[in-house]
Antibody, heavy 116, light 110 residues
């Protein structure tokens, strides 16, 4: 069974940093592109970032460019999102998802709250 | 990177059909046959229902279908059932390695 499990969320002050992890199993991790998608409380889905299968290519939404860094460890079957200079508007559930142009499946999400 | 446009809400009776539109631009929906649709029940992770405009993943009911014309994609659900009540999101590849979601549509089955 393909599984993606996010972790690392929590409460952080504005300007702070947090690193999210997405641990996977049930598929050949190194063959797939991966994405981070977020959802603010009561709001819609927003694409955040993607990384190709070997980690050589990354892309970001304008709203996080320069502050967030996506990376992966193919030996550990794990995806990461390093989030720096966090703002209140970054408060959301962060999902990792597998796929190139279609996201399937998704993890259960981890909540990040940016507040003083 | 602009969000795609979806109606905020739609409603219909059980057994009827509903179509949800997703309007983008010539830079995203209009340029790529890479539109996907996701169903999200409250408190749950999204689930893909349609990919590459009209393809249905294994296990998804054939009551779900997708299409595209110009800059607008559509999701049609036929034979509405109570379990179809959920939020639906479209997504399109937007070039340069980025993707864009629609704002979401809340489907109510009356």
């Amino acid at each position: 069974e393909v599984q993606l499990v996010e972790s690392g969320g929590g409460l952080v002050q504005p300007g702070g940093s947090l690193r999210l992890s997405c641990t996977t199993s049930g598929f050949t991790f190194s063959n797939f592109w991966l994405h981070w998608v977020r959802q603010a409380p009561g709001k819609g889905l927003v694409w955040v970032s993607r990384i190709n299968s070997d980690g050589s290519s990354t892309n970001y939404a304008d709203s996080v460019k320069g502050r967030f860094t996506i990376s992966r460890d193919n030996a550990k079957n794990t995806l990461y999102l390093q989030m720096n200079s966090l703002r209140a508007e970054d408060t959301a559930v962060y999902y990792c998802a597998r796929g190139t142009y279609c996201f399937d499946p998704w993890g259960q999400g981890t909540l990040v709250t940016v507040s003083s | 990177q602009s969000a795609l446009t979806q109606p905020a809400s739609v409603s219909e009776s059980p057994g009827q059909s509903i179509t949800i539109s997703c309007t983008g631009t010539s830079s995203d929906v209009g340029s790529y046959n890479l539109v996907s649709w996701y169903q999200q029940h409250p408190g749950k992770a999204p689930k893909v229902m349609i990919y590459e405009v009209s393809k249905r993943p294994s296990g998804v009911s054939n009551r779900f279908s997708g299409s595209k014309s110009g800059n607008t994609a559509s999701l049609t659900i036929s034979g509405l059932q109570a379990e179809d009540e959920a939020d639906y999101y479209c997504c399109s590849y937007a070039g340069s390695g980025t993707s864009a979601f629609g704002g979401g549509t809340k489907l109510t089955v009356l």
